[in-house]
């Protein structure tokens, strides 16, 4: 069974930082790049970052770019995305989802997804 668990979602006040990890199972992960999507209330979900765990290249919104660094340990098949600097405008329920075709910020290129957990950044 594919699974993708998201957590390290929380509270945080504006310019502090929060850890989201992924960790996936299920399916063969050196063979998918991992991204990362977010949907803030009344908008549509949109891609932060995404991390090939083949080659480990990577994609960044330009909204985060210099503040959110994804990385990825293969050996416990697991993404993190490191968010610094966050701003109330990242508060959003964040994702993580897999996908075989190379990194990219298309929706509907994933495969499989997570089930989401909630960042909240207090100004």
């Known amino acids: 069974e594919v699974q993708l668990q998201a957590s390290g979602g929380g509270l945080v006040q504006a310019g502090g930082s929060l850890r989201l990890s992924c960790a996936a199972s299920g399916f063969t992960f050196d063979d998918y790049a991992i991204g990362w999507f977010r949907q803030a209330p009344g908008k549509e979900r949109e891609g932060v970052s995404c991390?090939?765990?083949?080659?480990?290249?990577?994609y960044y919104a330009d909204s985060v770019k210099g503040r959110f660094t994804i990385s990825s340990d293969n050996a416990k098949n697991t993404v993190y995305l490191q968010m610094n600097s966050l701003k109330p405008e990242d508060t959003a329920v964040y994702y993580c989802?897999?996908?075989?075709?190379?990194?990219?910020?298309?929706?509907?290129?994933?495969?499989?997804w997570g089930q989401g957990t909630l960042v909240t950044v207090s100004s």
């Open positions: 991390i090939s765990s083949s080659d480990g290249s990577t």
């Open positions: 989802a897999a996908t075989s075709i190379f990194c990219i910020a298309t929706i509907v290129a994933y495969d499989y």
